[in-house]
């Protein structure tokens, strides 16, 4: 069964509004979490690491301000894309690490489409 | 920094032929290397994943073995089903990056009846 869970798994909001995806970790805890944004028929790019308790880190040319990220407990972060656009409309997945002995295992949620319009 | 390059697609197939999608990476040190699976509108699924050198991961009779030498995590299939078709990701996680991923651009994989 699944061990990452995103909701929604898809939404449509106004152009201006903003709209928040929620990606929890079931049965296990994060510390860090990450945030990938896929468009479509391409591949993933990471967004930002969602980090327990301190800021997130964003990867290059990712606006912190437009990509709001909280990782508020162990077991949830969440992405709120703040005044959408159009061009804001795309695939966001999350991703979790699992440590065991054979090293970290990295899990994906169901991803959730944004469509702004 | 870290890459990962993979054969570009769509491959399309018959049923039950062989499928083979390359995947080579560049990395420092030694990277984890994952296989992801994307059914059409789904999130991603981890196919199999190798951790160290001559590993091989399988999984639903898919095989990858991690090949240092050639830098190589190549993934493999006797036997496709028409229920494979979707789009194969290689990625890997280098030690130095965490938990991160570097994706490869995927390989959309069609198997027709």
């Known amino acids: 069964g699944a061990v990452v869970s995103q909701h929604p798994s898809r939404v449509i909001c106004k152009s201006g509004t903003s709209v928040k995806i929620e990606c929890r970790s079931l049965?296990?805890?994060?510390?860090?979490m990450f945030w990938y944004r896929q468009f479509p028929k391409k591949s993933l790019m990471l967004m930002a690491t969602?980090?327990?308790?301190?800021?997130?880190?964003?990867e290059q040319g990712v606006e912190k301000d437009k990509f709001l990220i909280n990782h508020a407990s162990l077991t949830l972060s969440t992405l709120t894309v703040t005044s959408a656009h159009p061009e804001d409309s795309s695939f966001y997945i999350c991703?979790?690490?699992?440590?065991?002995?054979?090293?970290?295992?990295?899990?994906f949620g169901e991803g959730s489409w944004l469509t702004v319009v | 920094g870290d890459s990962v390059t993979q054969m570009e697609g769509p491959v399309t197939l018959s049923e039950e032929a062989c499928l083979t999608i390359?995947?080579?990476?560049?990395?420092?040190?030694?990277?984890?290397l994952f296989w992801y699976v994307q059914y059409p509108g789904e999130g991603l699924q981890l196919l199999l994943k190798?951790?160290?050198?001559?590993d091989k991961g399988s999984n639903k009779g898919f095989e990858a073995t991690y090949r240092k030498e050639t830098t190589s995590f190549h993934l493999e299939k006797g036997s496709v089903q028409v229920s494979d078709s979707a789009v194969y990701f290689c990625?890997?996680?280098?030690?130095?990056?965490?938990?991160?991923?570097?994706f490869g651009g995927g390989t959309r994989v069609l198997v027709k009846p």
């Open positions: 390359n995947c080579t990476y560049t990395a420092t040190g030694y990277p984890s």
């Open positions: 991703s979790a690490p699992i440590t065991g002995s054979g090293g970290n295992t990295i899990y």
């Open positions: 990625a890997l996680s280098g030690r130095a990056a965490g938990n991160k991923l570097t």
């Open positions: 049965d296990f805890q994060a510390t860090t």
């Open positions: 190798a951790t160290k050198a001559d």
């Open positions: 969602s980090n327990e308790g301190s800021k997130a880190t964003y």
